[in-house]
């Protein structure tokens, strides 16, 4: 099983910026394919984006154009750059490795962090 560490939540002002990381343990990492999500109060789970194959990312449309994804493969490494923050983007923040299936869903991810809590201030 891939150990998964989600880190650099925090509390922001909209229009601020964070980076989140995200550690998977392995010595193949950089076969991973990564994706980010997220959950807020009262919601579903859903997807952000993800980090796949020959360095492709792809984006929620919520987020496309304000949020990049990139890696670190000497780290085993993926980070959530987050700009332009909206209060609608608080939440908890997910790393998970996918395995298989609609990159969008949920079960198709095999490995998943705790978790990093981000929450923006109006």
């Known amino acids: 099983q891939v150990q998964v560490v989600e880190s650099g939540g925090g509390l922001v002002q909209a229009g601020g910026s964070l980076r989140l990381s995200c550690a998977a343990s392995?010595?193949?990492?950089?076969?991973?394919?990564m994706g980010w999500f997220r959950q807020a109060p009262g919601k579903e789970r859903e997807f952000v984006g993800g980090?796949?194959?020959?360095?492709?990312?792809t984006y929620a449309d919520s987020v496309k154009g304000r949020f990049t994804i990139s890696r670190d493969n000497t780290k085993n490494t993926v980070y959530l750059q987050m700009n332009s923050l909206k209060p609608e983007d608080t939440a908890v923040y997910y790393c998970?490795?996918?395995?298989?299936?609609?990159?969008?869903?949920?079960?198709?991810?095999?490995?998943w962090g705790q978790g990093t809590q981000v929450t923006v201030s109006s």
């Open positions: 998970a490795r996918y395995s298989s299936g609609s990159t969008e869903y949920i079960g198709s991810y095999d490995s």
């Open positions: 392995g010595r193949t990492f950089s076969t991973y394919r």
């Open positions: 980090s796949w194959t020959r360095g492709a990312t």
